[in-house]
């Protein structure tokens, strides 16, 4: 597959890409577990930094009125990782471990989809089942993953 035969109209840009995607690997929970600590590292405690000193003045302040104040961290963080997943199918995490997001149908994932597995991964967390599942699949997927339609995968380059 080379570019002469793209730019030829031989063969479709798309159908190069399919092809690539054809043999996947679904991402091992190790390293979607260590994509996520690195997000969290880069997106969320600079998130947490500027709104507990910068927005409400301290950490005092912020205790006050906590519920404003995770409000002020969740909705910055939750349009920084959907516009990630939406545009390049990778956070910065996902990046640097060469994990990219899809759809079952190895497709770009619809908005739709991310932001139900934006939810329930949050949900997935907190109630700690929905990780577990990973460990109790075959296919390693989680709650988040198998509500949502979506599958990170291992890419090669």
Do not use: C
Request: glycine share 6%; hydrophobic share 50%.
């Amino acid at each position: 597959m080379r570019w002469r035969d793209v730019r030829h109209g031989k063969i479709e840009p798309q159908k190069i890409q399919k092809k690539a995607l054809q043999n996947f690997t679904i991402a091992p929970i190790k390293e979607r577990f260590k994509a996520f600590i690195t997000d969290t590292f880069m997106l969320l405690m600079p998130l947490i930094y500027i709104v507990f000193y910068l927005i409400m003045g301290s950490r005092e302040a912020f205790s006050e009125s906590m519920l404003l104040g995770w409000i002020y961290i969740f909705v910055p963080h939750a349009l920084f990782i959907l516009s990630f997943w939406f545009f390049k199918g990778q956070t910065p995490g996902y990046k640097a471990y060469k994990i990219k997001l899809v759809s079952w149908d190895l497709s770009k994932p619809t908005l739709t989809q991310l932001f139900v597995r934006y939810i329930t991964f949050a949900l997935s967390t907190i109630l700690v089942t929905g990780i577990i599942l990973g460990f109790l699949r075959k296919d390693k997927k989680n709650m988040h993953d198998i509500l949502s339609g979506t599958m990170p995968i291992i890419i090669e380059s």
